[in-house]
C-alpha cells in the first residue's frame, strides 16, 4: 500500500500518534497545565475552572485511547507478519506457528505446553553449546548462503568475529 492509497483517517492517525507520541506534546500539555493552574487565582479556583481542565483531559484521555490502540494493533500485525516470515523461512521449523495469534487460548495453551517441554530438555543439557554451537550456526548460515545462490568465492572462508 502506498501513502497515496492510504485513506484520510490513516494518514491523520498515523500523524497524530507520530506528534503526540514526541516531546513537543509532552511540552504544550505542560504548558496547558501551567496556565491553568496559573488562572486559578483569578477564577477564584471555581468550580467550572476545575471543570475546565476535567472536561480537557477526559476528551483527551478518551481520543488517545483508541489512538493507542490503533498504534498497537497496527505494530502487532507487522510484528506478528515479521515473524510469520521467520517461522516460513527457517528449516526445521514449524508452519504451525504460522498465525499463532488466531489460536484460540486452549490451542495456545497447548504450544505453551510443548515449549515448556523443551525448555526442561534443554536445562537438563550440561552445556549451553550442546544445543548452540558456533558450528551449527556456521552450518545454517552456509546452506542459506547456498540456497541463495551466492557461490562460495564471495561469502570468504571466515564469518568476522565480533
Request: aromatic share 8%; proline share 2%; hydrophobic share 45%.
Amino acid at each position: 500500500m502506498t501513502k497515496k492509497d492510504e485513506g484520510v483517517f490513516e494518514r491523520f492517525s498515523g500523524a497524530a500518534t507520530k506528534w503526540t507520541g514526541g516531546s513537543s506534546a509532552f511540552i504544550l500539555a505542560f504548558l496547558i497545565i501551567i496556565i491553568w493552574i496559573v488562572t486559578g487565582p483569578l477564577f477564584h479556583f471555581s468550580d467550572t475552572w476545575q471543570l475546565v481542565i476535567n472536561t480537557g483531559t477526559t476528551i483527551v484521555t478518551f481520543l488517545m485511547v483508541f489512538l493507542i490502540q490503533r498504534s498497537q494493533n497496527k505494530d502487532a500485525r507487522a510484528v506478528a507478519m515479521k515473524l510469520n516470515e521467520i517461522v516460513a523461512a527457517l528449516e526445521g521449523a514449524s508452519n504451525h506457528l504460522i498465525g499463532a495469534e488466531d489460536l484460540s487460548e486452549k490451542e495456545l495453551d497447548v504450544l505453551k505446553a510443548h515449549y515448556r517441554k523443551l525448555v526442561e530438555m534443554a536445562e537438563t543439557s550440561e552445556r549451553l553449546t550442546e544445543s548452540h554451537s558456533v558450528e551449527e550456526a556456521r552450518d545454517r548460515h552456509e546452506k542459506k548462503l547456498a540456497a541463495a545462490g551466492d557461490p562460495p568465492s564471495s561469502r570468504g572462508s571466515e564469518p568476522a568475529s565480533a
